[in-house]
């Protein structure tokens, strides 16, 4: 058997801690390949050798390394469900597309889930098309939070307050060129704790 290079074992180990601190879970053997330029099979028989040598934690599909174990001992197992509107309500999504490991140090404690971001109406709050919202789930808000609120079965994100005048709820878009949204009602499913950059 061919001995495994050191510099590569080092790139594989870079990129995965690189891609953990990124997205928030470990990247797949296809993504490793890739950032490295190696098969995916030779990017499994490294992470087999690399979990021999104590150097990571490989089962077969999930990579852990001692500096993720260490960052995320606490951590919120949040669903992606989909996306939520930044411009017009749209219908809210239930499916979900999969699970990620959000460390407590980094998001707080609390049931979590993440939305993608569609359309451009909170750009002003940092929120663009495509990026990952991550929300905690809970009916009530302060005023001024960013909410997911959900209007007759379609949902969207905007910074919620009452109106002092007419005692309405106005949801306010980050994005001068549109207009608030007044309502007599709505459920909030939760509110806004960070945002995950598209990359791309």
Do not use: W
Not at 27 to 38: L, R, Y
């Amino acid at each position: 058997m061919r001995k495994k290079s050191e510099a590569t074992m080092k790139r594989i180990m870079d990129y995965i801690e690189k891609y953990y601190f990124d997205h928030y879970n470990s990247p797949s053997n296809t993504k490793i390949a890739e950032a490295v330029g190696i098969s995916r099979g030779t990017v499994h028989r490294y992470l087999v050798e690399m979990d021999e040598r104590g150097m990571l934690s490989y089962t077969g599909r999930e990579i852990r390394t001692n500096v993720m174990l260490k960052t995320d001992l606490n951590e919120n197992r949040a669903a992606i469900l989909g996306s939520v509107a930044c411009g017009l309500p749209q219908f809210a999504e239930e499916n979900i597309e999969e699970y990620v490991s959000l460390p407590e140090s980094l998001f707080g404690k609390g049931p979590l889930y993440l939305l993608h971001a569609k359309g451009d109406s909170m750009i002003g709050a940092g929120i663009e098309n495509g990026d990952m919202v991550v929300i905690k789930s809970q009916s009530e808000a302060e005023e001024g939070e960013i909410v997911v609120a959900l209007i007759d079965n379609e949902a969207t994100l905007k910074r919620f307050y009452i109106d002092k005048a007419s005692k309405r709820i106005r949801l306010h878009p980050e994005n001068p060129e549109m207009e608030d949204i007044f309502i007599d009602n709505c459920i909030i499913q939760g509110v806004a704790v960070k945002v995950i950059k598209d990359l791309e």
